[in-house]
């Protein structure tokens, strides 16, 4: 049995290892050609990567947000300053069961882009928010401060640097492109 | 009380001295007639012409102060009984204590011209009569009855006629309609010991009694704001207390089940696992307390904004009740320079958002923490970090109206932005003391 899980364990991490990429729709973002995928994780690294995101909201007016954070840090007023309506955003704060109210955040499907600051390693937990996103069609945005580990239902990785409208975007993972 | 022994005494009149619950009072008087009318929280009209068969006035006086006197000895209330010739003239009597309405002051035209007290145009009118009259002597209801009319309407309009009829009893006056507020209530009553502790069979309970109140809400084309569930449980020693009752006030008016049943459903699941239920349920009972308008039509099928907005409010509410208030919240704008006080929360956002006169904030604030900014090293925590450049310096000051005591380090402070070597852009301030203060970052 031992030697059996083992086998799936490899078998998953040479499936990640490969570069297969598949056709999502996707919604346009900035300095990224194929944009941010619908339905999928997507991890955000790096000093700038806030204000990339808020970069992507205002290239999409139409999306509103939830935006969840382990402890209140994010100033509305900057986000108006740089032209985010904030009737689109929703905050919250989530000191504790932040899995299970996120899981009802994306499973309720009224927030195509839910974004949150809280750290989740766990495969299971990941393989949850994948199914659920996948299902909603929404966009899961993981911003915390730590790299994600186990990051294989990650489908975008990002490390975003530089300043407000130059922004230097490296692609850590991409495991899907633009449908047509 | 009035003479029992005069004519004519067709309506009742309860003024209560303080503000008190008429709807209440309103229905304990149905039992004497179905012709009552209600002046919020002041007074009660009952029509008792129609039951003379019945009840004599003296009957019917000895009756009423043995049902109600009770009841407004509980709540704390006084009141005075009037009986008259028709609606005014009871509330004038009941209201100034008196039999005799020509001894009454002008004070009392406002009971003969408004009786129900919900008409904002004609009281400055009245105000205006009552004064001109005292400057010219005329004190009393007799001396203005002494008026003629038609002076009185060359003089001061149609309104002060309309008091001379009522005081003459010479026009007749509509009663408004009045029915009970209708209460919207499910009960059911569980088998004995089927149901221990367990949350699921009270949700599956609870579904049924919320699709029946949903259907009879929509039908009436209103919406539920406040609901009030009581779950009975048989009581021991150690369970005393017959049940458990939960209020549930609705961010956003509930028109269905799924949303209000998820609400409830996180409240009860909580109270389920904090306080486990030892003793067999005996019932569930569902009342919905307060409603608002709503829309009975069909769906829309251009649009799901309605039912978006629906299970939008429905999730925010059930977010709610698991981390508390203001724990999810929309952010509303506030004319301030203080990073801190340049916005607040709300459940929604009513105001426009105003203009913004002050440089461009960091995506993150935190509470201030204090640093140490010595040439072009930046310190935090004792760790140094090489400063790359320093933006101009943006003063705020004032606010000396919210607490001048603590006016020399609240809000005078020097803002200015750091770029680090790292790439980081830390947004800090000087305060009046010379102090330096972390309190955000463009992230």
């Known amino acids: 049995m031992a030697s059996q899980a083992e086998q799936i364990r490899h078998l998953k991490l040479a499936i990640n290892a490969m570069d297969i990429t598949l056709p999502r729709e996707a919604w346009p973002a900035p300095h990224l050609q194929d944009g941010i995928p619908k339905g999928a994780i997507v991890e955000l690294q790096g000093p700038s990567r806030f204000e990339w995101f808020i970069s992507f909201l205002k290239d999409n007016p139409s999306l509103n947000c939830f935006w969840a954070e382990n402890s209140q840090s994010i100033l509305p007023t900057a986000l108006h300053q740089r032209g985010i309506d904030l009737t689109r955003i929703t905050f919250a704060v989530f000191k504790e069961k932040e899995f299970s109210s996120l899981r009802k955040v994306i499973q309720s499907q009224v927030f195509p882009v839910v974004i949150s600051t809280h750290y989740f390693n766990e495969i299971k937990m990941l393989q949850s928010f994948q199914l659920l996103t996948e299902k909603s069609n929404s966009s899961f945005f993981l911003a915390a401060e730590k790299p994600i580990t186990q990051n294989w239902p990650v489908a975008l990785q990002l490390e975003v640097s530089g300043v407000r409208d130059q922004f230097n975007i490296n692609i850590l993972k991409q495991r899907y492109r633009k449908s047509e | ?443």
């Open chain 2, 1 to 443: 009380m009035n003479s029992l022994t005069e004519k004519n005494l067709n309506v009742a009149c309860l003024w209560l001295n303080e503000p008190g619950p008429t709807e209440k009072l309103a229905e304990l008087c149905l039992r004497f007639s179905p012709q009552i009318a209600v002046r919020k929280n002041e007074a009660v009209f009952v029509e008792i012409g129609k039951m003379r068969l019945l009840y004599s006035p003296e009957e019917f006086v000895k009756i009423f102060q043995q049902l109600l006197n009770p009841w407004l000895k509980r709540i704390e209330v006084s009141a005075r009984l009037g009986l008259g010739r028709d609606l005014t003239d009871a509330l004038a009597r009941a209201r100034h204590g008196s039999q005799i309405i020509d001894s009454l002051t002008l004070d009392a035209l406002y009971d003969f011209t408004d009786p129900f007290n919900n008409d904002p145009v004609v009281k400055p009118y009245i105000q205006k009569m009552i004064t001109a009259f005292q400057d010219l002597g005329v004190h009393k209801i007799s001396q203005f009855k002494n008026i003629p009319a038609n002076q009185l309407v060359s003089r001061f309009g149609p309104i002060a006629l309309l008091s001379r009829q009522r005081l003459e009893h010479s026009v007749l006056l509509t009663w408004p309609y009045w029915k009970p507020a209708e209460i919207i209530r499910e009960k059911t009553e569980l088998p004995y010991f089927e149901f221990y502790g367990e949350l699921e069979p009270v949700l599956f309970e609870l579904k049924k009694q919320l699709d029946q109140i949903f259907q009879r809400l929509w039908i009436r084309e209103r919406r539920a704001q406040k609901m009030r569930l009581r779950i009975f449980f048989e009581t021991n020693s150690r369970q005393l207390k017959p049940f458990r009752e939960f209020q549930f006030e609705f961010l956003l008016p509930q028109a269905y089940t799924k949303g209000a049943l998820a609400i409830i459903r996180e409240r009860l699941s909580k109270d389920f696992t904090d306080h486990p239920v030892t003793t067999p349920l005996q019932g569930i009972e569902t009342v919905v307390i307060e409603t608002t308008p709503g829309v009975s039509g069909q769906k829309n099928f251009f649009h799901r904004h309605e039912e978006v907005a629906e299970a939008k409010y429905a999730l925010l509410a059930q977010l709610t009740e698991i981390h508390g208030e203001g724990s999810v919240y929309h952010a509303e704008l506030v004319e301030d320079h203080r990073p801190e006080k340049s916005w607040k929360k709300c459940s929604n956002i009513k105001n426009p958002p105003p203009i913004l006169r002050f440089p461009i904030r960091p995506t993150h604030l935190f509470s201030p923490e204090p640093v140490t900014l010595k040439n072009s090293i930046f310190c935090y925590q004792g760790e140094p970090f090489k400063i790359i450049k320093k933006s101009s310096i943006e003063r705020i000051n004032g606010a000396w109206f919210e607490d001048p005591s603590n006016l020399q380090d609240s809000y005078d402070r020097d803002y200015f932005t750091l770029e680090l070597e790292d790439g980081r852009t830390l947004f800090d301030f000087r305060n009046r003391k010379g102090q330096y203060f972390l309190q955000g970052a463009f992230a």
